[in-house]
Each structure stands twice: as C-alpha cells, then as structure tokens.
C-alpha cells in the first residue's frame, strides 16, 4: 500500500526540540522530492520545507528558517523533521507530501499528519 | 513568502457552478505556472485536485478545473455536489525551491 505515516508529535515547552518522522511505503522513496506543510488548529495550510531526492537541495519557509532542519534517509524509507527552540506559533499538525513530479510543487500523496503542541 | 489571497468562502446550490480565485503576485502565480488546488474535508489531510494551473491527477472528476489570468489563479467547480463541500486552498511556486499556499476558501453547498 502506498502511504506515509507520520510519528514523533506530541507536547513540548517553548524553546524545546521535537524531532518528526515520516516513513513511507509503497512506492520509490529516493525519486521523490519531499515537503512538509503545516496547519494551526482551525488555521490553513502552510509549507514549511522540502528536500530533493539526494538530500543535497533543502529549503525553509522564513517562518521556521535556522530553527528546523529537513533530513531523509533513503535506506530507511524515512524523511525527518527536527524542531529545535520551538514557539506557541508552532502549534499545528505536521504533514509529509510527496512531490508528484520533482519540480511541479503539486502534493499528490500526504500523510495523515502528527500534532504538535508548543506550550508551557 | 506572502500568503495568496483567496475568499474566506464561496457557496453554491446542488447543480451550479461556483469559481473559486486565488490571487498572487507577479513573483508566484503570475510568473510561474505551477499553481495547485487542493481539497481538504475537516480533520483529513488535503487532496490534490489540480496541478500545473489546468492538469486533473488520476481520479479527480471533470468537473474540476483551473485557469489563470496574469497574477490569478481560479478553481471552477461546475455541477455542485454536496460531497464538493470542503476547504479548498490553491498553492504556487514562488521560486528559489518555495512554495506559498493561500488562506483556503470553505466551500458550503445549500
């Protein structure tokens, strides 16, 4: 079955570090660029990083840029988020998306996200 | 990395047509043409619907489409379902590897 699945949420204190994880499944992992997009609780839709298919080509929304670091490990199927000096503002769920065709910026598979809380 | 501009909502009866604009700069939509609709329901992840401004993936129903004029974007649903009821956000290439999404338009069928 195609999928990715998403784990490592949960609640954190402001200035804490969470590490996301989203292990895919189903198809070739290592021809696919990668996002992950976020959602405050009753909020749209924001991207927040993406990273080509060998690792080498990352970006960042400015929101989250120096504090949040992209990763993936091809060999393990798995595309990572670390978190680090985390705010209120951070608050959403956290999705993974495929990237249908490098390049195109269109997310034809998601995850069914993991919820973050940054709180005291 | 400003967000595009979308309707907060749009409503429509069983049968009719409804559009749906998303409006960006010259640096986004009207630059590049790699806009993207998707449909979200509450508590779901979101569900392409269109891709590269007029291209529908596998599955997407036909009456689904998407157009552009110099810096906007807009979704045309046409023979309203109830099961069209939604959030819908459109998203756009913003160069240097970015992308923007728009505010998202909820979408209610009386």
């Known amino acids: 079955e195609v999928q990715l699945v998403e784990s490592g949420g949960g609640l954190v204190q402001p200035g804490g570090s969470l590490r996301l994880s989203c292990v895919v499944s189903?198809?070739?992992?290592?021809?696919?660029?990668m996002h992950w997009v976020r959602q405050a609780p009753g909020k749209g839709l924001v991207w927040v990083s993406h990273?080509?298919?060998?690792?080498?080509?990352?970006t960042y929304a400015d929101s989250v840029k120096g504090r949040f670091t992209i990763s993936r490990d091809n060999a393990k199927n798995t595309l990572y988020l670390q978190m680090n000096s985390l705010r209120a503002e951070d608050t959403a769920m956290y999705f993974c998306?495929?990237?249908?065709?490098?390049?195109?910026?269109?997310?034809?598979?998601w995850g069914q996200g993991t919820m973050v809380t940054v709180s005291s | 990395q400003s967000a595009l501009t979308q309707p907060a909502s749009v409503s429509g009866s069983p049968g009719q047509s409804i559009t749906i604009s998303c409006t960006g700069t010259?640096?986004?939509?009207?630059?590049?043409?790699?806009v993207s609709w998707y449909q979200q329901d509450p508590g779901k992840a979101p569900k392409l619907i269109i891709y590269?401004?007029?291209k529908r993936p596998s599955g997407i129903s036909n009456r689904f489409s998407g157009s552009k004029s110099g810096n906007t974007a807009s979704l045309t649903i046409s023979g309203l379902q109830a099961e069209d009821e939604a959030d819908y956000y459109c998203?756009?290439?913003?160069?240097?590897?970015?992308?923007?999404f728009g505010g998202g338009t909820k979408l209610t069928v009386l």
């Open positions: 189903g198809f070739n992992f290592r021809s696919y660029w």
């Open positions: 998203t756009s290439y913003a160069g240097r590897s970015t992308l923007v």
């Open positions: 590269e401004g007029n």
């Open positions: 990273i080509n298919t060998d690792g080498r080509t990352i």
């Open positions: 998306a495929r990237d249908a065709v490098q390049g195109i910026y269109a997310f034809d598979l």
């Open positions: 010259s640096n986004d939509i009207g630059y590049y043409n790699l």
